[in-house]
């Protein structure tokens, strides 16, 4: 059974401060995908990442994927507020797009 | 519409009745998903749709939960002798093709409370 684990399940810092999110798995992903839910919304896609140690940037947000393509990282530089909300990180094996879910990341950023 | 939709916002029913959550994709769609998520969790991966056919069923609990897209756009999912358990957010998503990588767009999901 594949399975993503996303640290830390929780996570409140002060605006202006910097966070890593981490989603770790022992199986290999042809993709990864991260993605942003506030409360009452669905997901939002933030990035997709396909290559071994591909690197994308989104304003603040630094994406990696790892060599092996098993792991993956979410660092946010200077947070601030409307950052807040859950941030999830899920693997595409291939089959039919049949995504395994991390069990997300709730961030808190305090003003 | 320009986004998923999903219908009702919030679902209250009574244990052991049956409920229809629906949800409409975005036009041109041709892969419809659904996932259930709880409190605090990710979402759990239920069904896939290519077109009208089911392509992998694979995530429904079991055989009280049913879903449906008879005509490859609207999809219903049925869930019979409702239980207290089945409560969470149901979410369905589509995407263009259903292919590797391709993005897929979320709705914002029907809250289910089993009494």
């Known amino acids: 059974t594949q399975l993503l684990e996303q640290s830390p399940q929780f996570l409140s810092i002060q605006e202006g401060e910097n966070l890593t999110v981490y989603c770790n798995s022992s199986?290999?992903?042809?993709?990864l995908q991260w993605y942003r839910q506030e409360p009452g919304e669905g997901p939002v896609l933030l990035v997709t990442?396909?290559?071994g140690g591909e690197v994308k940037k989104l304003k603040r947000l630094t994406f990696q994927f790892g060599d092996a393509r098993k792991d993956s990282s979410l660092h946010i530089t200077a947070a601030q507020p409307g950052d807040t909300g859950l941030y999830l990180c899920?693997?595409?094996?291939?089959?039919?797009?049949?995504?395994?879910w991390g069990l997300g990341t709730s961030l808190a950023v305090n003003p | 519409g320009a986004g998923v939709s999903q219908t009702p916002s919030n679902k209250v029913t009574e244990k052991g009745k049956y409920v229809e959550l629906r949800c409409d994709p975005i036009?041109?769609?041709?892969?419809l998903y659904w996932y259930r998520q709880s409190l605090g969790q990710g979402p759990e991966f239920l069904i896939y749709?290519?077109?009208?056919?089911?392509?992998?069923d694979s995530g429904l609990p079991n055989d009280r939960f049913f879903a449906v897209r008879p005509e490859g756009s609207v999809s219903t999912l049925k869930i019979q002798r409702t239980e207290r358990g089945d409560s969470a957010v149901y979410l369905c998503?589509?995407?263009?093709?259903?292919?590797?990588?391709?993005?897929?767009?979320f709705g914002q999901g029907t809250r289910l409370t089993v009494v």
């Open positions: 990442v396909v290559t």
């Open positions: 899920a693997g595409d094996s291939g089959n039919n797009r049949k995504l395994i």
């Open positions: 998503a589509s995407s263009l093709t259903g292919g590797l990588n391709t993005e897929a767009f």
């Open positions: 199986s290999v992903f042809s993709s």
């Open positions: 749709f290519q077109g009208t056919g089911a392509a992998d």
């Open positions: 036009s041109g769609h041709t892969a």
